[in-house]
């Protein structure tokens, strides 16, 4: 819908839903409201599903307040001191990596989801940043809360509950217009517990007197230093830490996931690629040791192959809301209130005529120059942009990377029969491939 508006009305318009939302879904717009004046812009309405679902001013993506500049601030500190995103985490994701080609090599040419696999290797990174250990194959628990929260999604984004934010009265009408209320608020508080469970297990072993090896570990130590100074604010409390791991578990597993299951669904669809990226891993990296993060400037085209996944293979259909928290007296000619509700468009970004010529068409050349070397297109931001962008950046694209040129690396991908599976997607609360299967050839 926004992306026809766009086309109709410009870049910046109002969609009724029924309150009014600004929807911004220009490049230059977004860049001068929501990033040079981001303050103003990083708000987040009060909406019936939300509270629905972190019971509160809860967590890290929905938080309103100066409670969530503390908490983005803590866990941008808490992050950086754990190195996430940098060597130790490149050297867990290695680790993974080589597990992942073992369970590949398992299936012997065989037709494979990739999509179990990647829940194991993709769940235990931030598992391991958020608890402090990884998870073995055998172990379900990372599996179990995947199903979990794909099933609190499906609940909350079907359209008739959607329909709640706009008239919550309807809530009480749940049984005849069969809304589905008690089985998608049964399935998030099954989440809630098994984190609170997880946490007070979690509890039991952590050592005060220690630097802190997790983020939870870090926000309990911060916890007790506050409850000491009888300065319990900005929100440190055990709930938001469940919501807060809630959020960073959700969105550290299947938004990643996804984006790599793009990656290889564009591969067979486009051989020719693959082939590029075999010669350029061959020649720069070989087969003797595992793919870093130093290599991505021997492998431009594998980094032009990726860029252009996440231009068209962008998970978010719809950005998340956000609400002004000022009067913003000059937004591209109008005046919005405070509490104005705003969608920042960056998708339409992707696919818009004055940026990409051809949009719909899949071309990573697009982003090499003359001399071959890979050029960084800052029109394409699959994890937003200004004050509410995506705080795990850095440690999504490391997974991306590190993942992707493993898989390429150690094997040839062929469809499951004569004709690669079509470019499809599901479209939810966020955007995915249709279950493929592919075959794995080893190299």
Sequence with gaps: MAFYRKSKYGGIFTLWLPYPTIVIADYDMLKRNIVKNGEAFSGRPDTFIMDMLVQGNFGLFFMENIWWKAQRRFTTHIFRSLGVGQAGTQDTIS?????????????????????????????????????????????????????????VLEHFTSPKTQLLDAWPWLAYLDKPLALGIPNATRANDAILQSLEDALRKHKDGINYDEDPSSYIDGFLKEMKARAAENALADGFTEKQLIVAIYDLYSAGMETIIIVIRFAMLYLVNFPETQQKIINELDEFVGRERQVVMDDQKLLPYTCAFLQEVYRLGYVLPVNF???????????????????????????????????????????????????????????????????????????????????????????????????????????????????????????
């Design 95 to 151: 680790s993974l990596a080589t597990g992942l080609v073992e369970k590949i090599d398992v299936a012997k040419d065989k037709p494979i989801e990739l999509r179990p696999l990647l829940v194991h290797v993709v769940g235990n990174v931030i598992h391991k940043h958020l608890f402090g250990f990884t998870r073995e194959w055998d172990e379900k628990e990372i599996h179990d809360f995947h199903i979990a929260i794909n099933d």
């Design 321 to 443: 809301l956000r609400s002004t928290l000022e009067n913003v007296e000059n937004c591209e000619g109008y005046r919005l209130k405070a509490g104005t509700r705003i969608i920042a468009q960056f998708q339409s970004v992707h696919v818009d005529k004055k940026h990409f010529d051809n949009p719909e068409e899949f071309r990573p050349e697009r982003y090499l120059n003359e001399k071959g070397e890979y050029i960084r297109d800052e029109r394409i931001n699959p994890f937003s942009m200004g004050k509410r962008s995506c705080l795990g950046e850095n440690l999504a694209r490391m997974e991306v990377f590190l993942y992707f040129c493993t898989l390429v690396q150690n094997f040839e991908w062929y469809p499951d029969g004569a004709v690669a599976p079509k470019i499809e997607v599901i479209t939810s609360s966020l955007r995915a491939p249709k279950p493929y299967k592919l075959r794995a050839v080893r190299r």
